[in-house]
């Protein structure tokens, strides 16, 4: 069974620096497309990042644009959300997901996505 479990999630002043990890059971990342997705209470979640399964193609939301940066070590089977400069309404549970047959473009959604881990919470205080 596919198991992706986030972490590095926790609180952070406005302006500061988080590190999320996902990692993977059962799956690998080299070949998959992946994608990071966060979501608040009451409202619907966003796609914040996807790489593309070549890797050729990463995209990113725009309100995160230039401050999150996407990687993935096929080597360690790990991809990381890098998220600099923070701030209050990045406030959200963040979600790691990934599958075999989704692409990453700027129309990705979530229901691209077959395999998911439980989320992060991140908490960016102001």
């Known amino acids: 069974e596919v198991q992706l479990v986030e972490s590095g999630g926790g609180l952070v002043q406005a302006g500061g620096s988080l590190r999320l990890s996902c990692a993977a059971s059962?799956?690998?990342?080299?070949?998959?497309?992946i994608g990071w997705f966060r979501q608040v209470p009451g409202k619907q979640r966003e796609g914040v990042s996807c790489?593309?399964?070549?890797?050729?193609?990463?995209d990113y939301a725009d309100s995160v644009k230039g401050r999150f940066t996407l990687s993935v070590d096929n080597g360690k089977n790990m991809v990381y959300l890098q998220m600099d400069s923070l701030r209050p309404e990045d406030t959200a549970t963040y979600y790691c997901?990934?599958?075999?047959?989704?692409?990453?473009?700027?129309?990705?959604?979530?229901?691209?996505?077959?395999?998911w881990g439980r989320g992060t919470q991140v908490t960016v205080s102001s």
């Open positions: 997901a990934a599958d075999l047959v989704a692409i990453c473009w700027r129309g990705y959604s979530d229901a691209d996505f077959r395999n």
């Open positions: 059962d799956f690998k990342f080299d070949g998959a497309t």
């Open positions: 790489i593309n399964h070549s890797g050729d193609y990463t």
